[in-house]
């Protein structure tokens, strides 16, 4: 059984930077893509970033695209996000997720419990 736990959510400040960790258990990351979604009261989740754990490959949403960075270390079987300049739009719950390499790309069968990211301006 494939299970996420994330942690690392909190209360900063604006331009402020804030690191995510999400640590899998059940599957090895070289064998998945991780991914990490938020979602506000009332909004749509939305895509932040993910990671290929065979090539390393990283993908991003517009939004955070060069604020954020998407890493992981196979060894710990943990993914990072790394949050920096953050904006009170950030704020959000963040859910880290996995998927096979071979699984549909819209399809994302493990999440995590979610962290709470508040930015205060």
């Known amino acids: 059984q494939v299970q996420l736990v994330e942690s690392g959510g909190g209360l900063v400040q604006v331009g402020d930077s804030l690191r995510l960790s999400c640590t899998v258990s059940?599957?090895?990351?070289?064998?998945?893509?991780m991914a990490w979604f938020r979602q506000t009261s009332g909004k749509e989740r939305e895509f932040v970033a993910n990671l290929y754990g065979n090539t390393g490959s990283t993908n991003y949403g517009s939004s955070v695209r060069g604020r954020f960075t998407i890493s992981g270390d196979v060894a710990k079987n943990t993914v990072y996000l790394q949050m920096n300049r953050l904006k009170p739009e950030d704020t959000a719950v963040y859910y880290c997720?996995?998927?096979?390499?071979?699984?549909?790309?819209?399809?994302?069968?493990?999440w995590g419990q979610g962290t709470q990211v508040r930015v205060s301006s």
């Open positions: 059940g599957r090895s990351m070289g064998q998945s893509v």
């Open positions: 997720a996995a998927r096979r390499l071979s699984t549909p790309s819209d399809v994302w069968p493990h």
